[in-house]
């Protein structure tokens, strides 16, 4: 089964915002085992929407549409697609029910225009829209099957996981089993890693192997396509093997681990409390580390200490560490982790400080980052870095690379079972 | 002149990353007053970027393309083009010699594979790539023109900007004058606003009229065509007036304006600063206000106090305080901010205490917030939410409510000028 994601919305091609449902839908569609070949962008006009249906219809099994199902004039998609299909309207009670139950709820006015919402193309599967209002449809012909769904994310997303991947998995005849693994490396460039791997890379066949670079971080997808699960996953155990051999230290873990959520794991698997003193990166470290589910079980809290006096006065950096060598420094990143680490009783401390830019800062140039941490009753060590990224984008990379040396630390002082 | 977009990457089909390329690409052309009627994604296959590129020369003057300019097997944009319009490859001498010059600078060794991306295809204009190595290119003929970009954002927005975009302004022959104005509204939904300015909306011709919503904000963009800038002003300025009169107190800023750089601004103005104590979003208030240059002029740190032990230790909220109300209440989060104020000696002090999810806490149920801001001699006050999202989308609801709130209470307090 091939499939074409058709995004409407003349906001996207102004440029006003970006197709996270496209690669939201990708993704979904590729753990199904099928092959997108096509994402196609179009705007709120329903000549443009009828030539991009019947291009995607010449190259494609499967057509999923999202955007246009709202209540106001621009909202095209199914009245276009139900006149493509020589298709009608029809208004669905339930979803009406939904909506008005809706506003109630909401304690809003329902406005007349919102009943719009409540139509769908007749002979469709009503998908329901647990976080919105515009239900979405599934339709099936000899040749086609389309899927419309709302445009924002967050309705979007919940009902293509409940609502139409279950319907989906149903239409697929699968007859070969296809699993996908992949690898997270940090530290390493994409040429250097790609370089190490060259021969793999090469004589691939059944596992491929997929290097992609992205944020400063290299994954390698390896996927294998073949009669039995278990088959598949012998054919992957052994790549894999060869692939940690050569560059397993560069290794931070698999699939949809991140950084964070893997720091997450080893902090709460030994029972490891945390804290921060970020300068730079202003929050960023812990806004991250806070964004797992959890991780107040790890995280205790810390400062952002962005003005000398603060470090001083607040955190307790001795003014001579600032005056000798600066704040953008080997002893004041190491110092700033001692003193948080202490201050906040925990069993890490982390200072960051540096220059994000676009102005130079302390003495040092843009991109500079002294990283800090103080473990337990080790000595405090740190990682200088020199970024060449814009402002937030260095910020970003400081935060990364942090957690990059931290999850390396545990490993090498015994704290990570892999 | 019409422009189509097509973004090369098996990366972006798998649904790895997004397609943000096509919304830099897109706001950029807007601004030139190009239409871009599509955007397409397709895979690092020849063959089905020959059958992109035909459909888009049918219903495109423009075809910008981005991705698969490196040098590994899977990049082969420049080389797919060439072969389908006839041209051949060339080695380009400053090219090789600046990605020669870029290894040493980085201090690495340069492989083999890395001089495939000097060669550009022949009699076109190079692209210099000061971020990166793959430089790029614009070739025109009498029918089109096709401009070829890198993939990586870091080195193609740059490139767009600087190489591109001038190039390109050459090339238009501008008959007309368009221009456009972004309103930016927070603290009103999508459906609300579009009620109150229906009339407007529905009248439209000169200057057009768009909402959007996207992220908890709506804009509305103003988009004039007329025959001289000064008529295109004189056209926006009128609607605007009509649209402020209106809904004038929910606007929080124009155009490129946003929530943390409009805060930004009338900090600075006043000479206000500013220190916050973050529990559930811990960090990302202050990470997004130093997301905008010169930030730290105002912000001068705060904490993060994640835990309750925290909050009374080291902030020193008083623990009756939390006993009687607990931590997601209003009392704590008005207490929060007084003491951050008080310890960091600002203007401003902001606590934000609340349930990101998905676990409830406090004895407050997921998406309870209370923002607390103490202003100078002002009794704290605070602002309760109730979100309905996932427990990042709460944090960052959280945050962008606590910037509008901000924002309205200094411009009550006659801080703002407009």
């Given at each position: 089964?091939?499939?074409?994601?058709?995004?409407?919305?003349?906001?996207?091609?102004?440029?006003?915002?970006?197709?996270?449902?496209?690669?939201?839908?990708?993704?979904?569609?590729?753990?199904?085992?099928?092959?997108?070949?096509?994402?196609?962008?179009?705007?709120?006009?329903?000549?443009?929407?009828?030539?991009?249906?019947?291009?995607?219809?010449?190259?494609?099994?499967?057509?999923?549409?999202?955007?246009?199902?709202?209540p106001?004039?621009?909202?095209?998609?199914?009245?276009?697609?139900?006149?493509?299909?020589?298709?009608?309207?029809?208004?669905?009670?339930?979803?009406?029910?939904y909506i008005?139950?809706f506003?109630?709820?909401?304690?809003?006015?329902?406005?007349?225009?919102n009943?719009?919402q409540?139509?769908?193309?007749?002979?469709?599967?009503?998908?329901?829209n647990?976080?919105g209002m515009a239900?979405?449809?599934?339709?099936?012909?000899?040749?086609?099957?389309?899927?419309?769904?709302?445009?924002?994310?967050?309705?979007?997303?919940?009902?293509?996981?409940?609502?139409?991947?279950?319907?989906?998995?149903?239409?697929?005849?699968?007859?070969?089993?296809?699993?996908?693994?992949?690898?997270?490396?940090?530290?390493?460039?994409?040429?250097?890693?790609?370089?190490?791997?060259?021969?793999?890379?090469?004589?691939?066949?059944?596992?491929?192997?997929?290097?992609?670079?992205?944020?400063?971080?290299?994954?390698?997808?390896?996927?294998?396509?073949?009669?039995?699960?278990?088959?598949?996953?012998?054919?992957?155990?052994?790549?894999?093997?060869?692939?940690?051999?050569?560059?397993?230290?560069?290794?931070?873990?698999?699939?949809?681990?991140?950084?964070?959520?893997?720091?997450?794991?080893?902090?709460?698997?030994?029972?490891?409390?945390?804290?921060?003193?970020?300068?730079?990166?202003?929050?960023?470290?812990?806004?991250?580390?806070?964004?797992?589910?959890?991780?107040?079980?790890?995280?205790?809290?810390?400062?952002?200490?962005?003005?000398?006096?603060?470090?001083?006065?607040?955190?307790?950096?001795?003014?001579?560490?600032?005056?000798?060598?600066?704040?953008?420094?080997?002893?004041?990143?190491?110092?700033?982790?001692?003193?948080?680490?202490?201050?906040?009783?925990?069993?890490?401390?982390?200072?960051?400080?540096?220059?994000?830019?676009?102005?130079?800062?302390?003495?040092?140039?843009?991109?500079?980052?002294?990283?800090?941490?103080?473990?337990?009753?080790?000595?405090?060590?740190?990682?200088?870095?020199?970024?060449?990224?814009?402002?937030?984008?260095?910020?970003?990379?400081?935060?990364?690379?942090?957690?990059?040396?931290?999850?390396?630390?545990?490993?090498?002082?015994?704290?990570?079972?892999?």
């Amino acid at each position: 089964m091939k499939a074409e994601i058709i995004a409407v919305g003349s906001e996207l091609l102004l440029g006003q915002i970006s197709n996270t449902n496209a690669r939201f839908i990708s993704s979904q569609l590729a753990e199904l085992g099928i092959d997108v070949y096509y994402q196609t962008v179009v705007g709120d006009n329903a000549n443009r929407l009828v030539d991009s249906i019947k291009i995607a219809e010449d190259r494609a099994d499967l057509i999923i549409f999202t955007g246009g199902l709202g209540p106001t004039k621009d909202d095209l998609t199914k009245e276009t697609i139900a006149r493509h299909l020589g298709e009608k309207l029809v208004m669905d009670a339930h979803a009406l029910n939904y909506i008005e139950k809706f506003f109630k709820r909401m304690n809003r006015v329902m406005t007349e225009n919102n009943k719009k919402q409540a139509f769908v193309i007749e002979g469709c599967t009503v998908l329901e829209n647990k976080q919105g209002m515009a239900p979405g449809m599934l339709l099936t012909n000899e040749k086609h099957s389309y899927i419309l769904l709302p445009g924002p994310p967050k309705e979007m997303e919940p009902m293509f996981q409940l609502e139409a991947k279950p319907l989906l998995a149903k239409l697929l005849h699968k007859e070969t089993v296809i699993i996908s693994q992949v690898i997270r490396f940090y530290g390493i460039g994409e040429a250097e890693l790609e370089t190490k791997v060259q021969d793999l890379l090469e004589n691939q066949t059944n596992p491929t192997l997929a290097p992609l670079a992205a944020d400063g971080e290299v994954t390698l997808r390896l996927t294998a396509k073949t009669e039995s699960e278990t088959e598949a996953w012998i054919k992957i155990d052994e790549l894999q093997t060869e692939i940690l051999n050569r560059v397993g230290k560069f290794v931070y873990g698999f699939n949809n681990d991140s950084l964070a959520s893997k720091l997450h794991e080893i902090l709460i698997d030994n029972n490891l409390t945390i804290s921060a003193a970020e300068s730079m990166t202003a929050g960023l470290f812990q806004s991250e580390l806070a964004a797992i589910p959890g991780m107040s079980e790890a995280l205790v809290g810390g400062m952002i200490t962005y003005t000398e006096d603060i470090k001083v006065q607040q955190l307790g950096v001795r003014q001579e560490v600032i005056s000798e060598f600066g704040v953008v420094s080997k002893e004041c990143a190491e110092e700033m982790a001692f003193r948080i680490k202490e201050k906040f009783g925990t069993n890490i401390g982390v200072g960051i400080t540096g220059v994000a830019g676009p102005d130079q800062h302390g003495g040092q140039p843009t991109g500079t980052v002294w990283i800090g941490i103080a473990f337990g009753q080790l000595a405090p060590i740190s990682y200088k870095l020199s970024l060449s990224g814009m402002r937030n984008t260095n910020r970003l990379r400081a935060v990364k690379f942090t957690i990059h040396y931290l999850i390396r630390l545990l490993r090498e002082q015994g704290y990570v079972k892999i």
